[in-house]
Nanobody, 123 residues
């Protein structure tokens, strides 16, 4: 399974970016993406949840630091989630990582990380 993230870049404060993360390489036709979303500040100790879908419905978690500015959406047919980031601030500068927990009959639930995409907010 691969998570391909894209959409990062450099923007001025107050600007917008849209990140995409597409899951591919899932074996078989029976699978469930239990949760999928975005994190930043990933280290060996801690990561900050930015936004994710979780559970069987359209439940979402949005991080406190980005509420009201960032929104998450998805295209289930494409196994893709999007992060619309508006009113960006310099403190949003970071590498954003996509994560998904995917269940298949063969593997049970497994967590996957994408390669990360850099967002830089600077004037």
């Amino acid at each position: 399974v691969q998570l391909q993230a894209s959409g990062g870049g450099t923007v001025q404060p107050g600007g917008s970016l849209r990140l995409s993360c597409a899951a591919s390489g899932i074996s078989g036709t029976i699978f469930l993406i239990n949760n999928m979303g975005w994190y930043r500040h990933i280290s060996s100790d801690k990561s900050e949840l930015i936004a994710r879908f979780f559970g069987p419905g359209d439940n979402t978690n949005i991080g406190d630091s980005v509420k009201g500015r960032f929104t998450i959406s998805r295209d289930k047919d494409k196994n893709t989630v999007y992060l619309q980031m508006n009113n960006l601030r310099p403190e949003d500068t970071d590498i954003y990582h996509c994560h998904a927990n995917i269940w298949t009959p063969a593997t049970d639930s497994v967590g996957y990380w994408g390669q990360g995409t850099l967002v830089t907010v600077s004037s």
